[in-house]
């Protein structure tokens, strides 16, 4: 295939809370991870967007709530190959801060998996929550290898550190990760990302399948990084960061005349519009990246993007 305070200073709530303090309980992260698997196995067992839609929010919930929504149209008596999902070994990065919103960091064993072990992925969930009467809700997740999740600095309590949106310690602004990372898949620049199967490979394939006998494809990427989509980021021993951001991706596929475009089942049930000469596909890509520090020299301040989910969530045909 997918954790940071944004405000630059500590933000004042509606019950006026200026303390800066962990935005949760060790107890009170397990049962939001809780409900949130709870949730997310009745939705994928019975298909049903509405029995996950209070649980997830932000990029997750976007490509979460299309799939489900998708799927319900293909399999309207629920999913025949369901398993649940079990999230074990819970480790929790807590981050202290003033106001809201506030956000926590899970990183999880799944069963997912087909090849326990060492090498198993882990599911690396952030999960936010707006205000005092609001519940967790699960916004990001990417699925890594261990060694591939970056290690987190904590104080002498064992809580994370947020870094501010705008924050002038990292080689790059988590604000502007967004828009700078739409723009190099689309035009190559700026070119402070890292090779990889999210950057270089992935602006390969596009090249290679934008002109094919009969058909060509366009893309058009946008930032998205308000509301719940905004980046959330915590502070990695390194001195860099762990950041999670959202972007919006385009596919425009257009066929010349006499050519069919075939359509997945997928694709059909989130269809508007007929299908005539053009498709056009929209998806929301979540990504994890790991950013140096400010002044460091890693990697010559270039960002590593560790992990992309992504998802379908329309589609339009012309």
């Known amino acids: 295939m997918t954790a940071l305070a944004l405000t630059a200073s500590g933000c004042v709530t509606v019950h006026g809370e200026r303390e800066i303090v962990p935005a949760a309980t060790r107890g009170e992260a397990a049962t939001a991870l809780k409900e949130f698997v709870d949730a997310y196995n009745i939705a994928d067992k019975t298909y049903q967007p509405a029995k996950a839609a209070g649980r997830v ?22 999913n025949p190959q369901h398993v649940p999902l079990e999230l074990t070994d819970a480790q929790f990065a807590i981050p202290k801060k003033a106001g809201w919103p506030r956000f926590f960091l899970a990183d999880t064993d799944s069963n997912r998996d ?25 916004s990001y ?16 309590d ?39 199967p999210h950057t270089t490979d992935w602006r390969t394939t596009r090249v290679k399948e934008a ?5 060509s494809r ?35 596929e257009t066929m010349a005349r ?27 890509s979540s990504q994890a990246v790991l950013v140096p520090a400010a002044g460091s020299g890693i990697s010559g301040g270039k960002v590593d993007v560790l992990g992309r989910l992504t998802g379908l969530t329309s589609a339009k045909g012309s």
């Open 57 to 78: 929010t932000g990029a997750l919930g976007a490509i979460n709530q299309a799939g489900l929504k998708s799927r319900s149209v293909n399999y309207p008596n629920g």
């Open 114 to 138: 087909t090849d326990a072990g060492p090498g198993d992925n882990r599911w690396v969930l952030v999960f936010l929550r707006n205000g005092p009467e609001a519940v967790w809700q699960a």
């Open 141 to 156: 997740l990417t699925i890594l290898p261990p060694d591939r999740i970056p290690a987190l600095k904590t104080d002498k």
């Open 158 to 196: 064992g809580f994370a550190e947020p870094i501010a949106a705008d924050s002038p310690t990292l080689a790059r602004v988590p604000l502007q990760l967004s828009k700078e990372y739409a723009s190099y898949t689309q035009t190559g620049k700026p070119d402070h990302f890292e090779p990889g």
């Open 211 to 215: 002109n094919q006998p009969g058909r």
């Open 218 to 252: 366009q893309y058009i990427d946008q930032p998205l990084n308000s509301g719940d989509y905004a980046p959330l980021a915590l502070r990695a021993k390194n001195g860099g960061a762990l950041v999670f951001f959202t972007v919006r991706n385009f596919e425009r």
């Open 258 to 284: 006499g050519v069919r475009i075939e359509i997945h089942p997928d694709v059909k049930a989130l269809l508007n519009g007929e299908v005539k000469s053009s498709l056009t596909k929209e998806r929301i």
